[in-house]
């Protein structure tokens, strides 16, 4: 099993950045795309972005392309999301997600969670 811990989330102002850290443990290697995922209050949840185990291929939801970057760092077994430019709509728990695909991943249908961040902008 792999196990997920997001770490970074917090209160920001419109116009700021964040960065997101997902650690991932256990058997990495059965999971090796990853992604994150939203979800605001009231809403359901939303893909943002993925990437491939070597970091060479990713996907971005056109809301965030050209404001997040996903990365990773595989000797760190942790996946990133830089978040610039943010904006009240950008709310939401953000959570890492893993999956045996790269397409799976950007299909939405990671089967590896982890337990969520919380991303506050402030206009």
């Known amino acids: 099993q792999v196990q997920l811990v997001e770490s970074g989330g917090g209160l920001v102002q419109a116009g700021g950045s964040l960065r997101l850290s997902c650690a991932a443990s256990g058997r990495t290697f059965s999971r090796p795309a990853m992604g994150w995922f939203r979800q605001a209050p009231g809403k359901g949840r939303e893909f943002v972005a993925a990437i491939t185990w070597s970091g060479a291929r990713t996907y971005y939801a056109d809301s965030v392309k050209g404001r997040f970057t996903i990365s990773r760092d595989n000797a760190k077994n942790t996946v990133y999301l830089q978040m610039n430019s943010l904006r009240p709509e950008d709310a939401a728990d953000y959570y890492c997600?893993?999956?045996?695909?790269?397409?799976?991943?950007?299909?939405?249908?990671?089967?590896?969670w982890g337990q969520g961040t919380q991303v506050t902008v402030s206009s």
């Open positions: 997600a893993a999956g045996a695909s790269f397409g799976v991943v950007a299909g939405g249908e990671a089967d590896t």
